[in-house]
């Protein structure tokens, strides 16, 4: 059977088939490890002066092209924000219920993060679970887009060991999701999300152990 007729038959055009991702710039490629380095080393930073910081360093960009990069990233500058009472959200935003908490055992608290990891020709999306008693990583998986999915997979293959008393994260659209916060309903699980503008809520999992 010609390509042209097994084409056909799935519905795909024969673009599809022969098309072939285009390779990020080198160049891209480079700003974004610089843009993550100095990201963890200054949260608060948002595209001006992060466009100063790169200038300072001989890169010499404007600021649309890193604003474009942070997005890709999933990173923005961390910083009180106005009317942060005004829940504008689509889903539902859980209290943050760690302040004070003594974490004496494991499974009492399991938390969760995205990050970005840059590959040779790009970057992917990683998401972990650990549990922040042993800083021990319950489950990851890797993805090129921010779809919920892959955080539902990895939240899946985490609670196949155990479950916590209470589940940890950000404000972010994944771990608000109907779809994600239903599953750890559905197991009598406390949800915490950390307040906005709170970068340390979270930071266990910043260094988990496998």
Known sequence: ???????????????????????MEAYNHKLMEMIDKQYLRTPFYGSRKMVVY?????????????????????IQA???????SKNRQEHKIYPYLLKGVNIDRPNLVWSTDITYIPVS?????????????SRYVLSWRLSNTLDVSFCIDALEEALEKGSPEVFNSDQGSQFTSNGFTEMLLSKEIKISMDGRGRVFDNIFIAKPRV
């Open 1 to 23: 059977m010609s390509i042209s007729k097994q084409c056909e038959l799935l519905s795909l055009s024969k673009g599809v088939l022969y098309y072939e991702p285009v390779a």
């Open 54 to 74: 790169l200038k300072r360093e001989g890169y010499f960009i404007n600021r649309k092209r890193v604003q474009r990069l942070m997005r890709l990233m999933n």
């Open 78 to 84: 961390v910083y009180p924000k106005h009317n942060l």
């Open 121 to 133: 020709q790009g970057f992917l999306y990683l998401v972990a679970i650990i549990d922040w008693y």
